[in-house]
């Protein structure tokens, strides 16, 4: 048994998406109240926690190659525990002891309250049930930044794309009550948080005692808040009222992540996303009509299977008419049980690979362009932080999510300050961030 007069100290390693951050901000947050502090040195740590993703192969064999490092550490310090979990614990389940045997614990992303449970040892080292009541039981949160903060608002998945291993390891979708929302968000501001990202595999089709759109209305008016900003939204959801609502709120941001995937309708139909390009792209003329200047970001995948020369063309032609603000481009990767890992017609790697680079150079060349339209333009920003790459540099980003890196103001000024809302100039686009200097409100 762990001794909890004794402060423990836990290292948690996150892979993947910002859904499993804001988790591994959950597990912090029980073992919080378990007495546990964190560090970022794996070797001080009493408990290590991998929150794996396995959504590509390329994640999973990033997780393995860490966890086989452990290994050593366990054997310097045998009363080490070492936890599995996130995506591939849900997904592997008892396999994982098999494969590494000096794992203590391992579970899935929809049982993070039974962490408590298990650092003490009062329950076996398995938890991988579904777990329905995940969107009604509130867990703590041990945030960091203190200016932005992710807030999950629905879990899981049910469109089951056919590539994708989410439905699978998230099980389905429950929304979150609109109430426990927004008095977790009204507690935000009130510690001062200024921006919201509200979290799910599909918000826009949460579905509580209100709509997304609903949801939207309601938390538009926290004072305090400044910023909305929501992840991920599924094109085939995105309806005309919540086009309203980000053209009307004052505090929801002109940006939106709207994965395309392909811009070949037929690959579309063997992905099941359930629209076509033309309806995709359809909406984003809606958006960009009814929010002026809003910034569009996606996600591509190159070489999903059966995909031809033409369809890739298709992709690049798509990507030259939409000219999104920025992409996440991938290469297929086969997931076990998906539809997609069973189909015909998969693709060598030097092909993936050879359209994910045209790919990304056709869009690197758009997003350098947008970004140097932005020049001689004035933004808003809420100041972050230091620089990431260069700390004599203050960073922020715009409402369209553009990070803007400015040169440091005097930090006993307010404007110098975290969290900070300034505008800036942009004098110089960049092919991934902008540079800006301040200038007057
Ligand atoms: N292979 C490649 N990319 C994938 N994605 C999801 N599953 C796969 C896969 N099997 C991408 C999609 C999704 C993003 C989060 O990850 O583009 O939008
Ligand atoms: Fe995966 Fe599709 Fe669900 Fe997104 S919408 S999590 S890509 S199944």
């Not at 502090?37 to 396995?54: E, G, H, Y």
């Not at 040892?121 to 039981?137: G, K, L, M, P, Q």
């Not at 006993?412 to 100039?425: D, L, P, R």
């Given at each position: 048994?762990?001794?909890?007069n004794?402060?423990?100290i836990?290292?948690?390693h996150?892979?993947?998406?910002q ?6 901000e959950k597990?912090l947050?029980?073992?919080?109240k378990?007495g546990?502090?964190?560090?970022d040195d794996p ?8 929150n794996?993703?396995?959504i590509r ?5 990033k997780?393995?190659t860490?966890?086989?490092?452990t290994k050593f550490?366990?054997k ?6 070492i ?6 614990a849900?997904?592997?389940g ?17 049982n993070?309250?039974m962490?408590?449970?298990l ?12 777990n329905?009541e995940i969107?009604?039981t509130?867990l ?6 203190g200016v932005?903060a ?6 899981g998945?049910n469109?089951?794309c056919?590539?994708?291993i ?10 979150r ?9 009204a507690?935000l ?6 921006e919201i ?10 579905s509580?005692d209100?709509?997304f ?6 938390l538009?008016?926290v ?10 939204s ?7 009222e ?10 929801v941001?002109?940006h939106?992540?709207l994965p ?5 309708s037929n690959?579309?139909?063997?992905m ?15 958006l ?7 910034s569009i ?5 190159a070489?999903?299977?059966g995909?031809t ?12 008419e939409?000219?999104f ?8 990767s086969?997931?076990?049980g ?6 015909v ?5 030097v ?5 994910l ?6 869009q690197d060349?758009i997003?350098?362009?947008?970004n140097?339209?932005?020049e001689g333009?004035i933004?808003?920003?809420?100041i972050?932080?230091?620089g ?5 540099k203050?960073?922020?980003r715009?409402r ?6 400015i040169?440091k ?10 969290g900070a809302?300034?505008?800036?100039e ?5 092919p991934?961030?902008?540079?800006g200097?301040?200038?007057e409100?």
């Amino acid at each position: 048994m762990l001794n909890f007069n004794m402060s423990k100290i836990v290292y948690i390693h996150t892979f993947g998406c910002q859904m499993n951050v804001h988790d591994s901000e959950k597990m912090l947050g029980v073992l919080q109240k378990e007495g546990y502090s964190s560090t970022d040195d794996p070797c001080k740590a009493d408990l290590i926690i991998f929150n794996t993703c396995s959504i590509r192969q390329k994640a999973e064999q990033k997780f393995y190659t860490q966890l086989g490092r452990t290994k050593f550490l366990k054997k310097k310090k045998p009363e080490m525990k070492i936890a599995v979990a996130g995506c591939i614990a849900q997904h592997e389940g008892e396999n994982i002891f098999k494969k590494a045997l000096y794992v203590d614990f391992v579970f899935g992303p929809q049982n993070i309250h039974m962490l408590r449970d298990l650092v003490s040892e009062r329950t076996a080292s398995i938890a991988i049930e579904d777990n329905h009541e995940i969107a009604v039981t509130d867990l703590p949160v041990k945030r960091g930044d203190g200016v932005k903060a992710w807030v999950t608002i629905m879990y899981g998945c049910n469109n089951f794309c056919s590539y994708c291993i989410v439905p699978y390891t998230r099980g389905r979708e429950r929304s979150r009550p609109t109430e426990n929302i927004y008095s977790e968000v009204a507690e935000l501001a009130e510690v001062g948080y200024k921006e919201i990202t509200l979290l799910g595999q599909n918000v826009n089709s949460y579905s509580s005692d209100t709509d997304f759109p609903g949801l939207l209305k309601k938390l538009d008016r926290v004072g305090g808040i400044e910023r909305i900003r929501f992840v991920t939204s599924h094109p085939k959801d995105l309806s005309d009222e919540l086009i309203a609502a980000m053209s009307d709120l004052p505090k929801v941001c002109e940006h939106i992540h709207l994965p395309m995937q392909s811009g070949s309708s037929n690959i579309l139909r063997l992905m099941n996303r359930g629209y076509t390009y033309e309806e995709y792209i359809r909406k984003v003329m809606r958006l960009r009509a009814k929010v002026p200047g809003i910034s569009i970001t996606s996600d591509i995948i190159a070489g999903f299977p059966g995909e031809t020369e033409d369809d890739h063309l298709l992709t690049i032609k798509a990507l030259k008419e939409i000219e999104f603000d920025g992409i996440f481009a991938f290469k297929f990767s086969p997931r076990p049980g998906t539809m997609a890992a069973a189909m015909v017609g998969h693709l060598i790697e030097v092909i993936k690979s050879e359209r994910l680079s045209e790919i990304l150079k056709v869009q690197d060349g758009i997003t350098t362009r947008k970004n140097r339209s932005l020049e001689g333009t004035i933004q808003e920003i809420i100041i972050e932080g230091d620089g990431e790459t260069d700390k004599e540099k203050l960073t922020g980003r715009t409402r369209t999510n553009k990070i803007v890196n400015i040169p440091k103001i005097n930090p006993e000024t307010s404007s110098g300050q975290k969290g900070a809302i300034i505008n800036v100039e942009i004098t110089k686009g960049r092919p991934h961030s902008l540079e800006g200097r301040p200038v007057e409100k």
